[in-house]
Each structure stands twice: as structure tokens, then as C-alpha cells.
């Protein structure tokens, strides 16, 4: 696992929160939900291939 | 290949900034368009009460003095008049203008079509006065609009474009 995967979510986020604010500023809360969700969902698409990694490895470890 | 790739980074970018500003000049494009038929209004209704000019020769003059896209609808009530009557080609210049005003500002409009030519001079004036009050309801709520929306796409076209950058990275 690289270091550049672990800025590419912090930087996810920050573009979400601040999408997050503009929206909600100009009255449009439902969308800012929508934008925070999506968000959500792009991570796990991301680290999502490094859970299934942890889970193999748990199980390797204990032998299971 | 680096630098390749850094410059359609740039490029998401660029595009994703300029689709924000062409959404967002649309609310600002819509007030001048708005403000642009005030001012035609103001000019035929001085047109009327001084020079006695038929109508489809006030709106060839207004169509001259007017410079942006709010001219075509003017050429085309001259156009349609040939054969129709003023009520008719008003509403139907209005209702094929392809600009950015939307139903609700081309209602507001139409209301000027329902006696032209049809009274004496005194009614024309007081029925563009009563667009006239129309148009401005519609101009204050088009600033309105602009106002919420017009920033918020700016800054909207800019996350996203960085927000699919860092997602491509």
C-alpha cells in the first residue's frame, strides 16, 4: 500500500467538505447530501480493494 | 508521459472551469436580455406618442437601435406582419426567440401582444406601461436568480474539475 492513496482520500475529502459548504450556502441541502454521499461511495470504491487485502491477510495470520 | 499526463489534468480543469462560467453567464446573460426589452419598450412607447409611425416601421427602427440578440425578435414581428396581424406575430417572434429568457419572462412579454394595434394611442401607451410593470417584476426576480446561482456554478465548475483530477490521480 502506497502513501499516495492515503492523499488522495484526504484530498477527496476536502473538495467534498467544501462542496459540502458552497451547497449548503446557497440553499440547496439536499444536494449537498447527495454530493457528501457520492463522496462516501468514491472512497470505498477506492479502499475497498485494500479491506478485501486486510481481511485475506487476518485470515492467513490466523490461520483460518 | 508525466508531463502528458499533467497537461489533460490542466486541461479536466480548464474545461471543467469554463463549463461553470458558461452556466453561470447564462444568469447574467438573461438580465441584460431582460433589460435590453425594457429599453426596447421605453423606446416604442416614445415612438408612439410622438411620431405616429405604424407599428411594423416603430419596430424596424427599434430593431436598428437595439445592438444585442434581443434585435431578432424585433426583425421577426417586422417579418411575420407581413401577412399576420401584430397580436399574432408578436406572440409567435416571442415564443421562437432562442434566448436565454425563460416561460415565465415570455408570458410577461406576450402580455404586450394582447392589444397592439388595436386601440387608440392613449391605450397602446398605458399597455406598455402595464408590460413595462411586468418586465420589471421579472427583471428583479431574474437579478435575484443570478445572484444565488451565478458565484455557486463559478465555484462549482472549478471543485469538480479538481475533484475528478484527484479521483484520476
Known amino acids: ?32 447530501m447527495m454530493t457528501t454521499l457520492a463522496g462516501v461511495v468514491i472512497v470505498l470504491t477506492i479502499v475497498i480493494k485494500e479491506i478485501s487485502n486486510l481481511f485475506a491477510t487476518v485470515r492467513t495470520v490466523f490461520n483460518l | 508521459m508525466e508531463v502528458l499526463k499533467l497537461i489533460l489534468y490542466a486541461l479536466v480543469i ?11 453567464q447564462k444568469y447574467q446573460k438573461r438580465v441584460d436580455e431582460l433589460k435590453d426589452f425594457k429599453s426596447a419598450f421605453t423606446i416604442f412607447k416614445t415612438k408612439i406618442r410622438f411620431t405616429y409611425a405604424p407599428l411594423k416601421e416603430i419596430f424596424e427602427d427599434i430593431s436598428k437601435s437595439i445592438q444585442s440578440r434581443t434585435k431578432t425578435v424585433f426583425q421577426a414581428v417586422c417579418l411575420y406582419m407581413e401577412n399576420e396581424n401584430a397580436t399574432e406575430s408578436w406572440n409567435k417572434a416571442i415564443e421562437e426567440a432562442t434566448m436565454e429568457i425563460n416561460q415565465e419572462d415570455k408570458e410577461a412579454l406576450k402580455t404586450l401582444g394582447k392589444l397592439l394595434g ?15 410593470t411586468f418586465l420589471e417584476t421579472q427583471i428583479k426576480k431574474a437579478e435575484q436568480e443570478k445572484e444565488k446561482n451565478a458565484k455557486l456554478y463559478k465555484t462549482l465548475g472549478t471543485i469538480t474539475g479538481i475533484g475528478i483530477v484527484i479521483i484520476l490521480l
Open chain 1, 1 to 32: 500500500m502506497d502513501i499516495n492513496l492515503l492523499f488522495k482520500i484526504a484530498g477527496i475529502g476536502i473538495i467534498v467538505a467544501v462542496l459540502h459548504q458552497i451547497l449548503t450556502k446557497a440553499g440547496r441541502e439536499d444536494q449537498a
Open chain 2, 14 to 24: 480548464l474545461n471543467s472551469t469554463s463549463i461553470g462560467f458558461l452556466i453561470s
Open chain 2, 118 to 132: 388595436k386601440t387608440d394611442v392613449e391605450g397602446q401607451i398605458n399597455e406598455i406601461d402595464l408590460s413595462l
